[in-house]
């Protein structure tokens, strides 16, 4: 995939190949300044895109916009061409996986198996295809050993692939993971992004502040930075350019 040098700022809600559209989306707490600043981008179908920034910046609330956990003052959010409001939430939500930061959040049954199959039985899927495609996610990801495990059984890296498996068990087709290799060690890391790369899913983006792990995982970087987004470019090309990683406080060799 080939990219220009800057990407458009002014989202098309209605392109056939917008995955995720943003615009200008505002969101303050009460009586405080706004944390999100008019934030507007498009993402588009067989996009990867990390969101860069550092803490505070507004990374966090952004993502809990994309899956209606917070509502903003003003703006829109289409994902798939579907704008996000109460009433398509449901709908929307189908088709966005979200991974949480702490994959303790998103580990709740017994075994990490009932784990798998819980959202796809929760919306009418077969048991036994359910637990097909657990076991088949399982494999993939090298969990076949802790099936019948509970999470609080699992490494760190164990936990979070599970918790990734556990989304992608209902097909999403944009998928968002907020800080993916938090307390991973290297040989997790890199596993990790195999297992990213290879992923069918139409969009990822991804909020990170793991510079060296975006390069192998992403192609387009978004840089966020008081509330706004600042920079969009390819992950590359930014990755080499110390002094505006600098200037944004994301000093690469940290």
């Known amino acids: 995939m080939s990219f220009s040098t800057s990407y458009p700022q002014t989202p098309n809600a209605h392109s056939r190949d917008a995955g995720l559209v943003v615009k200008d989306l505002v969101f ?18 067989g996009e990867r895109v990390a969101l860069l920034g550092p803490t505070g910046c507004g990374k966090s609330t952004l993502l809990d916009h994309l899956i209606g956990l917070k509502q903003a003052k003003s703006g ?12 398509t939430l449901p709908q929307v939500r189908r088709q966005v996986g979200f991974c949480f930061q702490d994959a303790n959040d998103q580990l709740f049954m017994p075994t990490i198996l ?23 996610l399982l494999a993939e990801f090298g969990l076949e050993a802790c099936a019948n495990r509970s999470a609080h059984e699992l490494s760190g890296g164990q936990k979070r692939l599970a918790a990734l498996a556990a989304i992608l068990a209902l097909e999403p ?7 993916p290799t938090t307390g991973l060690d290297p ?14 899913v139409q969009v990822l983006l991804i909020a990170s502040h793991d510079l060296n792990w975006i390069r192998k995982t992403t192609d387009r970087a978004m840089v966020m930075g008081q509330g ?3 920079l969009d470019r390819p992950t590359q090309e930014l990755l080499q350019d110390g002094a505006t990683l600098e200037n944004y406080g994301l000093p690469v060799d940290y």
């Open 173 to 179: 087709s944009v998928l968002i993971l907020d800080e």
């Open 114 to 136: 009932e784990d798998i199959t819980f959202g796809p039985r929760n919306y009418g899927v077969p048991p036994a295809v359910a637990v097909d495609k657990a076991r088949q």
């Open 76 to 87: 829109d959010i289409w994902i798939q061409g579907t704008r996000l409001e109460p009433a």
């Open 28 to 45: 303050a707490y009460p009586k405080q300044e706004p944390v999100l600043r008019s934030v507007s981008f498009t993402l588009n179908q």
């Open 228 to 230: 706004e987004i600042k």
């Open 187 to 200: 040989a997790w890391r890199r596993h990790l992004a195999k297992v990213l790369c290879q992923l069918p």
